[in-house]
């Protein structure tokens, strides 16, 4: 199906189960309404990016919080331009499992960067792109973190290894970055059964996709 395209990003704290809904977005859009659909994640969206992952995640990096946060930003520039920005222009609908607001969330709210300086870094690192829909899939912390411990057999990459204040302080972020931007924050009850939650955001997924193709 042709149509306008879209971009799209899942945000939340750990163990929120946002891949999960990521991965069942895209399928319901490619499988049942036909679209041409990319389904990507930050950090590690590209072959190249995906060695950042790596050290991101991995607890024996001991990064600077500094390095930690510019390694965010190239890979961010690297997945822009090489896999987001060019399946954007040819019509397509991205689903991308974090980007921008996590980079506030975690190294502003979290680990204390300047929001100021973090959001002129972002504009900088993404040429500008950001997301038109994003689904803030919110749960209790505790709950995210016990659902990610089960998933990797105890705390696994460097972010779920931090202390609970640290989570804490990423969930208050995304709490007011979306209320910061209504119109493109969707809250989502991540408690919720899990095809509840796929089905709410698949409608509202295609209710934006039917708003730009009414204003084209």
């Known amino acids: 199906m042709s149509g306008p395209s879209l971009f799209v990003t899942l945000e939340g704290i750990e163990g929120c189960c946002k891949s999960t809904q990521a991965r069942l977005l895209a399928e319901s859009l490619r499988d049942t309404d036909g679209r041409d659909v990319v389904l990507t994640r930050e950090p590690g969206g590209t072959e190249v990016t995906q060695r950042i992952r790596a050290?991101?995640?991995?607890?024996?990096?001991?990064?600077?919080?500094?390095?930690?946060?510019?390694?965010?930003?190239?890979?961010?520039?690297?997945?822009?331009?090489?896999?987001?920005?060019?399946?954007?222009?040819?019509?397509?609908?991205?689903?991308?499992?974090?980007?921008?607001?996590?980079?506030?969330?975690?190294q502003g709210y979290?680990?204390?960067?300047?929001?100021?300086?973090?959001?002129?870094?972002?504009?900088?690192?993404?040429?500008g792109l950001r997301p038109e829909l994003t689904f803030w899939i919110d749960c209790d912390v505790t709950v995210g973190l016990a659902r990610a411990n089960k998933r990797s057999g105890g705390p696994g990459d460097r972010f779920e290894k931090e202390p609970l204040a640290f989570h804490e302080r990423v969930r208050t972020g995304f709490t007011e970055l979306a209320a910061a931007e209504p119109a493109r924050?969707?809250?989502?009850?991540?408690?919720r059964p899990k095809d509840i939650v796929a089905a709410k955001i698949h409608a509202a997924t295609l209710a934006r996709l039917a708003g730009k193709e009414a204003s084209r």
């Not at 920005?85 to 607001?101: I, K, N, W």
């Not at 979290?110 to 040429?127: I, K, P």
């Open 55 to 106: 050290l991101l995640a991995d607890p024996a990096s001991h990064l600077d919080p500094r390095c930690e946060l510019l390694l965010f930003l190239a890979d961010r520039a690297q997945h822009v331009a090489t896999v987001i920005r060019p399946a954007l222009d040819r019509g397509a609908v991205v689903v991308c499992d974090r980007y921008s607001d996590s980079t506030l969330a975690y």
């Open 110 to 127: 979290a680990r204390g960067h300047s929001l100021e300086l973090l959001r002129d870094l972002n504009e900088w690192a993404s040429y």
């Open 185 to 191: 924050f969707i809250h989502v009850d991540g408690t």
